[in-house]
């Protein structure tokens, strides 16, 4: 059980919105920044990405003059790739980061394997992970040819868990066509060392990452990037870097750390609206939410396992949108002031052009839901 650590009373004040613009800065959503896709990867540290567009909309939401086909074109040549990774969910990495970060929260994913034991009676995990990877590197395969093979060695096994075994225990990559934008393709796999032509590295010491985590997320506490990444006891290397950062403590009296030099902009800095994809880092990569979602909208991008793309007004989660047939369609939690919606409306039509020019889309304002 992670242990909540409060901050001396002397460390400075965050207010949820002081910690809002520090973290949207970070995140590179309070201006468009003038970044490579590639650049905006690794600095982001990696993009959540279950589903195949939502790393195209969380750069367009970000950065000037991004393009579809750049992050494509970066796909293609194998310069970033598609790998679960935190939280045990599919990632947009670079390829170092993959190659470095996948081996960081290899223990998570050891911890994964628990939950399939029962289905794993007699299976010789470590022979499992020399044929799986025999298996994917002759030629990639999908989790369903994955499965069957394996079912063959093992007949008594359950065949999802010996599919997941072998997902957790190698860096499976998607490789292409699957991610590149207007293509289709099914997941099929290999390792990142196959895909990418070298090897891994050694488990890296958390220390270089935690760092990395605050410039893109910061300020933060222990806690926030324990769930970020999906890692546990991660105090010791915040203490050990304690020397070279600066705390702060937030209205909860939560400890949090922080980068000296890192952009801390007045709680008044203007936030304009950004359009966001479905499971954007931004919404998932703190313990503590409230610096971008109201705590009266808790819950309220997400219904069971489906989530929602999410638009933020003045720096916080206000609604949600969808394209249809047609049309944008806005669906505010609350209502909008006039000023707020042509803001909107203008961030929208930004949207669009970046990512469907030409696609005659209204920009429409549903019900509001709150």
Not at 207 to 222: E, I, K, M, N, Q
Not at 240 to 257: I, S, W
Not at 299 to 307: P, R
Request: charged residues 25%; hydrophobic residues 40%.
């Amino acid at each position: 059980m992670t242990k909540t650590t409060t901050a001396s009373t002397a460390a400075p004040v965050l207010d949820n919105r002081a910690l809002n613009r520090a973290t949207l800065d970070r995140q590179l959503l309070l201006r468009p920044a003038p970044l490579s896709a590639e650049a905006a990867v690794e600095h982001l540290v990696g993009l959540q990405a279950q589903n195949v567009k939502p790393p195209y909309y969380a750069l367009a939401a970000r950065l000037d003059g991004f393009a579809p086909e750049e992050l494509s074109g970066l796909m293609a040549e194998r310069r970033v790739v598609r790998i679960v990774s935190m939280r045990s969910t599919i990632h947009t990495h670079t390829a170092d980061d993959c190659l470095t970060l996948r081996p960081l929260v290899q223990p998570a994913r050891d911890r994964e394997l628990t939950l399939f034991r029962k289905g794993l009676q007699g299976v010789d995990l470590d022979r499992l992970a020399a044929l799986a990877r025999d298996l994917v590197e002759t030629e990639p395969r999908t989790m369903k040819q994955l499965r069957e093979a394996l079912l063959v060695e093992w007949p008594d096994a359950d065949p999802q868990a010996l599919a997941i075994a072998a997902r957790c225990r190698l860096p499976l990559v998607q490789v292409t066509p699957r991610g590149l934008w207007g293509r289709s393709g099914q997941v099929l796999l290999t390792t990142a060392e196959h895909w990418l032509g070298r090897p891994a590295q050694p488990t890296p010491a958390p220390d270089a990452t935690v760092l990395r985590y605050l410039a893109a997320f910061g300020p933060a506490s222990v806690k926030d990037m324990q769930t970020w990444a999906g890692l546990t006891r991660l105090r010791e290397a915040f203490e050990r870097l304690r020397p070279q950062l600066v705390t702060f403590q937030d209205e909860k009296r939560v400890e949090l750390f922080d980068l000296p030099d890192a952009p801390r902009p007045d709680a008044d800095t203007p936030a304009p609206p950004r359009f966001l994809p479905e499971f954007d880092n931004l919404l998932l990569s703190h313990a503590d939410r409230t610096r971008v979602v109201p705590p009266e909208y808790r819950g309220s991008a997400w219904q069971g396992n489906l989530a929602h793309r999410t638009l933020l007004v003045d720096g916080f989660l206000a609604g949600v949108w969808k394209l249809e047939a047609d049309a944008l369609v806005v669906e505010p939690f609350g209502r909008l002031t006039k000023a707020q919606r042509e803001e909107v409306v203008a961030e929208g039509e930004r949207m669009l052009t970046v990512m469907h020019q030409g696609s005659p889309y209204d920009i429409r304002f549903g019900t509001v839901l709150r």
